[in-house]
């Protein structure tokens, strides 16, 4: 299992992001898959989580409304694209998957400041 994510980098507040993560490795249609992050100093936490044909999907309650998690089975990938950023969203953000164990990608940086 591989999980490669990109699109972070350095935004100003209310600004966008849009993060991939291309997965490969696994049959990527049939697992639901999640955005997490962690900030420097805390937790690991859930972002977003979408079922495996994208019907359902989930999110933290900080990020309900600016945040949205799709998929392109076609092409192996999920993503998160993140509207109206805010200064506390600024975090290491990576890519999971639950296939007999936690697959996780390397992560990548979002850092929302002026």
């Known amino acids: 299992v591989q999980l490669v994510e990109s699109g972070g980098g350095l935004v100003q507040p209310g600004g966008s992001l849009r993060l991939s993560c291309a997965a490969s490795?696994?049959?990527?249609?049939?697992?639901?898959m999640s955005w997490y992050r962690q900030a420097p100093g805390k937790e690991r936490e859930l972002v977003a989580r979408?079922?495996?044909?994208?019907?359902?999907?989930n999110y933290a309650d900080s990020v309900k409304g600016r945040f949205t998690i799709s998929r392109d089975n076609a092409k192996n990938t999920v993503y998160l694209q993140m509207n109206s950023l805010k200064p506390e969203d600024t975090a290491v953000y990576y890519c999971?998957?639950?296939?007999?164990?936690?697959?996780w990608g390397q992560g990548t940086q979002v850092t929302v400041s002026s």
């Open positions: 979408i079922t495996s044909a994208g019907g359902n999907r």
């Open positions: 999971h998957v639950r296939r007999s164990g936690d697959y």
């Open positions: 490795g696994f049959t990527f249609s049939s697992y639901a």
